[in-house]
């Protein structure tokens, strides 16, 4: 460079000069991102080898899949009337369970939150919460099939337990979240702790709330339809029944009625998200 350029060259600045030296990695974070690296990458080949992925086995086996597959078809409506009656049955399995765990996950996130309770009532609820969604339905249906008997009852009480502490954390998480201003301008009237969570805490969430709901109701049809496998209600009754009898073209029309109602269950609670939330 000529000296004429040096002369007109713009100065750096300092705090240029301060955020390149910042973007710059030191010895010691490299060291830690490559570890970093290494540790990832003997975890994914660990998982791995541990689930026996076998690419080549997969291909092999698509032949297999495909002659499997076509036992499907045509479906077989014959007994639509009995399938119509027992996705009912589902979606009021999954009506009840989303209704009962709401009423329950509501207080239980209040408490789980660390910014509206002491830390020792924070951390058993959270437990408690973690215990509840750790449990998969089908656990709780075979405890609840020994304790009411077989039916949906069951099965409601396996979606209620489960989805109460899966929407118990996801309640919490929202209210962490907060604005404190609407909160602070509640208690500045004098207003009480639960006039607090009321009308400062509440109308915040409600709209994140709703979104929860909605996609946890969707989520609970599709479980209910597993849960009659265990005897727990439902059209997974009929589906179990299908499979155990090798008549896949029944199994084949129930899948398609179940995929009909979940997308008509998808669009309505799109359709409540842009109205509601």
């Known amino acids: 460079m000529s000296l004429k350029s040096e002369k007109y060259a713009l100065p750096v600045s300092p705090a240029v000069v301060e955020m390149q030296a910042r973007d710059r990695l030191t010895p010691r974070q490299m060291v830690r991102w490559a570890a970093f690296g290494l540790g990832a990458i003997a975890l994914l080949y660990y998982s791995a080898v541990v689930s026996e992925i076998d690419l080549v086995e997969l291909a092999e086996g698509g032949s297999t899949m495909g002659e499997y597959i076509s036992r499907y078809f045509p479906p077989n409506f014959s007994d639509w009337s009995f399938y119509l009656t027992d996705i009912i049955e589902t979606i009021g ?12 996950a509501a207080p239980l996130s209040i408490l789980a939150s660390a910014n509206l309770c002491p830390i020792w009532i924070v951390q058993p609820t959270r437990r408690l919460l973690d215990a509840m969604r750790a449990i998969n339905e089908i656990v709780f249906a075979l405890v609840f099939v020994v304790a009411v008997g077989l039916g949906p009852f069951a099965g409601v009480l396996a979606i209620f337990v489960h989805t109460a502490g899966i929407l118990g954390k996801l ?23 639960f006039q607090e969570i009321l009308f400062g805490v509440i109308p915040q ?46 199994v084949c029309a129930i899948l398609i009625i179940l995929v009909v109602v979940v997308g008509v269950i998808d669009a309505a609670s799109a359709w409540l998200r842009r109205r509601f939330v």
């Open 93 to 104: 399995m999954g009506i009840w369970g989303t209704l009962l765990a709401v009423v329950v």
């Open 171 to 193: 309640f919490s998480e929202a209210i962490e979240n907060i604005e404190v201003g609407p909160i602070e301008g509640v208690r500045s009237t004098g207003a009480s702790k």
């Open 205 to 250: 969430v409600i709209p994140l709330w709703i979104s929860y709901i909605l996609y946890r109701f969707e989520s609970n049809v599709r479980s209910a339809t597993v849960l009659g496998i265990v005897g727990a209600g439902g059209i997974g009754v009929s589906l179990y029944q299908s499979f155990r009898s090798f008549d896949y073209t029944k």
